[in-house]
């Protein structure tokens, strides 16, 4: 809390300036929640540090928080964004949001409907905010999620139905019959999740749609979400819950791709596609104007640069086991039993926001009757995402959050003490949905063995951010010259040269040899990679690139060896189309390596 980041990519100001100096006007939707597949929505992780937060209510605590947030960004003589209000400095803002489909989150059962939403409103007001006020919510939720005197949007992909193909905006209209039109989310596609299948929106779907929002009236108000696709760099991807039971605390947990290209108008990688020039020429006939000039504008290129060309090596290994001593000391702590790693007493008693966890215990079995079999209770609904166990730093086997096991055993040649090891992975907190105050990750509390306790946990927090990967690159390991030799989970670096390239541009490093894990080019998190796939591959963009040497560091979570293994490069994003992966599906022999699960 206090501390604020608008630099790089998430220079919001200088968004805005070019969005200004190109004549354009901005609506903006600042949340505090906004959800947009986004990691908790958009709302900061230190915020589950207090253990009686809820979040998106009247709740002192948050209300408290948000007040800064807005304060910081719109306050009248300091505020981030205070002179970008088109009211009161001609600046390109012109419409501002309150939270995000909020009707959704009351029917739900956690939200408050308006009383939430108009203090929300209020704090806009009151913080300096000049301009129109919205809501956007689905066509059923209006009446929850609406705010009094402020404009209310709808939502949605499709319009209408067979029998009434309106039926969205006449919802928007009787609730609001003296209001302009909007569908503030248009859906032009939608996004992804491992293990299911990538999705692609029928482009004459997509067509019929926007003219029949396009002739509702002549005054009918579009935004399309999303015009142009992006990507979850970093941590910052969002998940679903599914099948949400509120009694036994239970959902299935679906978390999305690095990739948010939302096969949209304008791709990933801002590629014009098919559906950006059908769009054009809807708009531009809707408009009885004739489409813009775009001649002088093509798709710029993407590059498969190819290995021998680039000077391509493999310069380095640690073990995660190893990784671990390089970790600032202050940051490492012992617990008596596991805690959530937003209650770790790090970042100021904030907790950890992202990455992984490492918890560390033993167990002593010297006075147990039989040494060979050990098992480990505890896990069922207490596990946030991921876990992969080991017994003295041999892998066990895998538990995530929707296998609901409790339970796993695995062999042990000790004879007195065997050494505990779990590797939990945040993979993303849910954006959506009842379950937004249950997304504290890592391990909720106790793990036992044979019905007794264990106890003194040493705690790790992965959080791979600069300081310790540059520690990581100046204490790699050579990787043996037997590449048939397998090594533990940790991480690779890998180094090409484009010195001499004779041309950079935009490429996707082709992950598809590697099982599951994160990839970093020249000290940045570009995101996760998954053999599951839809997602195969990840976008490179040339900004993030550099003429000269380039590290490819790569966070490995299974043991391999690098036999058959290479980073590769691809001008496009590599997809595996595949049916969807239900708790019914048979695996298949491909998606199994070595009796695990991919």
């Not at 968004?15 to 200004?20: K, P």
């Not at 290995?307 to 073990?319: D, F, P, Q, V, W």
């Not at 207490?382 to 066990?396: E, G």
């Not at 959506?432 to 504290?440: C, E, L, T």
């Amino acid at each position: 809390p206090g501390l604020w980041n608008f630099k790089d990519n998430l220079d919001i100001y200088k968004f805005l300036e070019i969005c200004h100096d190109h004549g354009m006007f901005v609506i903006l939707r600042p949340g505090p929640y906004i959800c947009s597949e986004w990691d908790f929505g958009g709302l900061p992780a230190w915020l589950l540090n207090d253990p009686n937060m809820e979040v998106r209510t009247n709740l002192p605590a948050y209300l408290r928080a948000v007040k800064r947030y807005f304060e910081k960004l719109f306050d009248p003589k300091k505020g981030v964004l205070s002179n970008m209000m088109k009211t009161t400095n001609n600046g390109p803002i012109i419409a501002v949001q309150i939270e995000n489909e909020y009707g959704a989150y009351t029917k739900r059962g956690h939200g408050q409907g308006p009383e939430h939403t108009f203090e929300i409103q209020k704090m806009l007001l009151e913080t300096g905010v000049p301009e129109l006020l919205f809501t956007s919510d689905g066509a059923y939720d209006l009446k929850l999620g609406y705010s009094p005197g402020t404009l209310t949007t709808v939502n949605f992909g499709q319009i209408g139905n067979k029998n009434d193909k309106y039926e969205k905006f006449n919802k928007l209209k009787q609730f609001q019959p003296d209001k302009p039109i909007m569908v503030m989310e248009f859906w032009t596609g939608w996004f992804d999740h491992w293990s299911r299948e990538h999705h692609h929106r029928d482009l004459e779907d997509f067509k019929l749609n926007l003219e029949l929002i396009l002739n509702y009236t002549d005054r009918s108000n579009l935004n399309m979400y999303m015009f142009f696709g992006g990507t979850n760099f970093g941590f910052m991807n969002g998940a679903n819950s599914e099948k949400e039971d509120k009694v036994e605390n239970t959902y299935e947990y679906w978390q999305d791709t690095t990739s948010y290209d939302y096969d949209a108008p304008l791709s990933e990688s801002g590629q014009m596609t098919n559906k950006f020039y059908a769009a054009r020429d809807i708009i531009s006939k809707a408009l009885q104007i004739a489409p813009p000039d775009i001649s002088h504008l093509s798709n710029s290129s993407s590059i498969a640069y190819k290995l021998e060309e680039i000077n391509y090596k493999e310069a380095g290994y640690i073990s995660l086991w190893d990784m671990i001593d390089h970790l600032d000391p202050d940051d490492v702590h012992e617990y008596f039993e596991p805690v959530a790693a937003e209650y770790l007493d790090i970042h100021g008693n904030t907790g950890q926001a992202h990455g992984y966890t490492l918890y560390t215990s033993s167990v002593d079995i010297s006075q147990m009757k039989d040494k060979s079999v050990l098992a480990l209770a505890g896990f069922k609904n207490n596990v946030r995402d991921r876990a992969q166990i080991f017994m003295s730093k041999k892998r066990v086997g895998f538990i995530d959050a929707n296998t609901y096991r409790d339970s796993i055993a695995g062999r042990v040649t000790e004879h007195e003490n065997v050494g505990i090891q779990i590797l939990t992975e945040n993979a993303g907190r849910v954006n959506y949905g009842y379950f937004m105050n249950h997304q504290r990750k890592g391990l909720m509390g106790r793990i036992t063995t044979r019905g007794r306790p264990i106890i003194n946990w040493k705690i790790y927090p992965l959080e791979f951010d600069l300081p310790f990967l540059t520690r990581i690159e100046e204490n790699l390991n050579q990787i043996p010259k037997n590449k048939q030799i397998e090594l533990p989970p940790g991480i690779w670096k890998f180094t090409i040269d484009l010195s001499h390239a004779k041309t950079m541009s935009d490429t996707y490093i082709d992950m598809s040899d590697f099982n599951k894990g994160l990839v970093f080019v020249n000290g940045i998190n570009l995101g996760r990679y998954w053999k599951r796939g839809p997602q195969l591959s990840l976008y490179w963009p040339k900004p993030y690139q550099k003429r000269g040497i380039n590290s490819i560091m790569i966070f490995e979570e299974y043991a391999i060896s690098l036999s058959a293994r290479k980073i590769k490069f691809s001008e496009n994003m590599v997809i595996s189309f595949r049916q969807d992966v239900l708790f019914q599906h048979v695996y298949e022999d491909t998606e199994i390596v070595e009796g695990v699960l991919l």
